[in-house]
T-cell receptor, first 114, second 114 residues
Framework: EADIYQTPRYLVIGTGKKITLECSQTMGHDKMYWYQQDPGMELHLIHYSYGVNSTEKGDLSSESTVSRIRTEHFPLTLESARPSHTSQYLC?????????????FGPGTRLTVL | KNQVEQSPQSLIILEGKNCTLQCNYTVSPFSNLRWYKQDTGRGPVSLTIMTFSENTKSNGRYTATLDADTKQSSLHITASQLSDSASYICVVSDRGSTLGRLYFGRGTQLTVWP
């Protein structure tokens, strides 16, 4: 099992609240990712990072922001949550090997915004 | 348009039976193809990865095939078990960028009944 952790696992909050989803990995991976997944749909990349102080937006437009101050930590923040943010958020990490770059996923955070 | 299409969308089989899941892709240029297993409420876990030169790879009761000419892959599960109930996701990586962009299918939801 991969050493990548996400907290909280489940979160129910009201509209307008600021939230931070935590993601940590102990594998020393340089690359980290955030995906959004709705039931029965494919994963959509919303943010990624090549390493410390490196962050990029992914394919899916998102109102969230991320930071990468330490290699092992890649938190995602929503300044003002809305019902449209209700989804499952998956964090992943991988090594720098481009050809066989396998992503290791955390267990996910299921967010519900009322 | 999603460049990775999986079929069937869902499948129910009896314990002990075999099954085959399909993945067709249009991603180009091709780097590699992975199959992931995602249990309900969990993050995906890698089962197999195949590069252009590989046409079959096994991982226990899971055997993946790849035909890079027709851009098709299959995942065969032998002697299914109740624990095989999950979503199986096909993921294709391209060579178009340093990141090696990933294209996700929507998954096949497999249910194994006793």
């Amino acid at each position: 099992e991969a050493d990548i952790y996400q907290t909280p696992r489940y979160l129910v909050i009201g509209t307008g609240k600021k939230i931070t989803l935590e993601c940590s990995q102990t594998m020393g991976h340089d690359k980290m990712y955030w995906y959004q997944q709705d039931p029965g749909m494919e994963l959509h990349l919303i943010h990624y990072s090549y390493g410390v102080n490196s962050t990029e937006k992914g394919d899916l437009s998102s109102e969230s922001t991320v930071s990468r101050i330490r290699t092992e930590h890649f938190p995602l923040t929503l300044e003002s949550a809305r019902p449209s943010h209700t989804s499952q958020y998956l964090c992943a990490s991988s090594t720098r090997d481009r050809d066989t770059d396998t992503q290791y996923f955390g267990p996910g955070t299921r967010l519900t915004v009322l | 348009k999603n460049q990775v299409e999986q079929s069937p969308q869902s499948l129910i089989i009896l314990e002990g039976k075999n099954c085959t899941l399909q993945c067709n892709y249009t991603v180009s240029p091709f780097s590699n193809l992975r199959w992931y297993k995602q249990d309900t409420g969990r993050g995906p876990v890698s089962l197999t990865i195949m590069t252009f030169s590989e046409n079959t790879k096994s991982n226990g009761r899971y055997t993946a095939t790849l035909d890079a000419d027709t851009k098709q892959s299959s995942l065969h599960i032998t002697a299914s078990q109740l624990s095989d109930s999950a979503s199986y996701i096909c993921v294709v990586s391209d060579r178009g960028s340093t990141l090696g962009r990933l294209y996700f299918g929507r998954g096949t939801q497999l249910t194994v009944w006793p």
